[in-house]
């Protein structure tokens, strides 16, 4: 299954620069665990940083121009760090599988003469093989959506690349040098507001691209709201939980006809662990409708979803995700423990624990939270801390590069109590 190593933010709201994990040219770090945790007060930027996620994921989907309008964004200027005028940036680091060589996917966003966003530079590197130092080797250059492409697995000629800035003529007198690669392709994209990856990843002789772009596209950020999640759908199966929850019966009755002894065995499982719910069962509606029936113990008619609190509802989303026998790869999910009795936290995180680390490892988790009970179930390494400087933008560090909290975890203490305790604010 394939992850993110690590992650860089420039010019994005309150993240003018912030890196988590490890990067093509920062190997002393450690890369990002299967799951993790950010925590840090209101307004210090959580929100941002899951949007940041989501905002990359529209800009795949839809174009740079409408994904910095979508969501309440407001346009490119809105969500631009205050008092910047360079580009939004992006650096994904990731691996495809355990054993890949990582992968570097670069991104900058800026707006044009007319003031209207597009996508400045975009590419794609990683390493030869064996090799372990200097610049990786880029199958994707494109600057205002002119530049070059590699075809395939092959690696072409290497490019002198300790220069940033790319300039298109000086490469292709550099190809002009060489005997010129069958694999290396000169391209021109129609729409300079929408990603190279979009179009060159559908593709068959771009198998490298194809692959971001489909890593990227199954990321799960759940937006989810009990009241959509009530909602009676349309009759229909649906494979997967969209991102708001209103799909809950079409993916109920997606798995009900396509694993139907598995469902019947997740429906058990995971009313066990519910709190006060003893069966959950399905009923179908004459127009083909699925209902969900929740037997509430001690209650002898059950509970149907439009009639079950926010709190249930949610866990049992959550833990249906879990359960998706084909799981996204990247699953992020803002505040879980919203509505959501406090001792129910920690079980919930072994959930997500047992999801992103247990012998499939399924999905890699990224939570963001502000619940002390929750964190108690993580350790260290796997809890970034937000925080705003006196300039008003966020930083942001491991808790396990604190020696002293490191050292009380390893004692037996807690990690939410000692962040209740303010001992995580300061690195």
């Not at 596209?217 to 709201?225: A, C, D, K, N, V």
Request: charged residues 30%; glycine residues 8%; aromatic residues 12%.
């Amino acid at each position: 299954m394939a992850k993110i190593e690590g992650l860089r933010i420039r010019n994005f709201r309150v993240l003018k620069d912030v890196t988590l994990g490890k990067l093509w040219n920062t190997q002393d770090s450690d890369p990002l665990t299967p799951m993790t945790a950010v925590i840090g007060k209101n307004g210090v930027g959580k929100s941002t940083l899951f949007d940041a996620f989501g905002f990359l994921a529209d800009c795949l989907k839809i174009g740079v121009e409408e994904a910095c309008d979508i969501r309440e964004r407001g346009g490119f200027e809105k969500i631009r760090s205050q008092g910047e005028n360079g580009p939004i940036e992006f650096e994904v680091y990731y691996k495809e599988d355990g054993n890949a060589r990582p992968i570097t996917y670069e991104l900058s966003i800026d707006i044009d003469k007319s003031g209207r966003p597009y996508v400045q530079k975009e590419r794609l590197r990683q390493r030869r093989k064996g090799q372990k130092r200097g610049w990786p080797f880029s199958f994707l250059l494109l600057n205002d959506g002119k530049g070059i492409v590699w075809k395939g697995e092959k690696e072409g000629h290497q490019f002198d690349e300790e220069k940033e800035v790319f300039d298109l003529n000086r490469f292709v007198e550099f190809l002009g040098d060489k005997e010129e690669s069958k694999e290396t392709e000169m391209v021109e994209l129609e729409d300079r507001r929408k990603l190279g990856i979009a179009t060159l990843g559908s593709l068959k002789q771009h198998p490298r691209i194809s692959a971001f772009r489909k890593f990227i596209e199954s990321w799960y950020l759940s937006y989810f709201t009990p009241d959509a999640a009530r909602s009676l759908p349309l009759a229909g199966p649906q494979k997967h939980l969209n991102v708001h929850g209103d799909n809950l019966g079409n993916v109920v009755q997606f798995m009900e006809r396509e694993h139907p002894k598995r469902f019947h065995v997740i429906l058990n499982r995971i009313a066990e662990k519910i709190p006060g719910i003893d069966q959950i069962k399905t009923e179908k509606t004459p127009d083909g409708r699925l209902l969900l029936q929740f037997n509430d113990k001690g209650f002898q008619d059950p509970f149907y979803a439009q009639q079950m609190s926010d709190g249930t509802l949610k866990v049992f989303a959550y833990l249906l995700l879990l359960e998706d026998p084909s799981p996204p790869p990247f699953l992020c999910i803002e505040e879980p423990e919203n509505g959501l009795y406090h001792k129910l936290l920690e079980s919930l995180a072994f959930e997500f624990r047992e999801h992103a680390t247990g012998l499939k490892g399924s999905s890699q988790v990224f939570i963001t939270t502000h619940q002390p009970y929750f964190v108690d179930a993580f350790e260290p390494d796997e809890v970034w801390i937000l925080k705003k400087r006196d300039d008003g933008f966020a930083t942001i560090w491991r808790a396990s590069e604190n020696t002293i909290v490191k050292n009380m975890v390893e004692q037996g203490l807690p990690l939410g109590g000692l962040w209740y305790s303010d001992y995580l604010e300061e690195r």
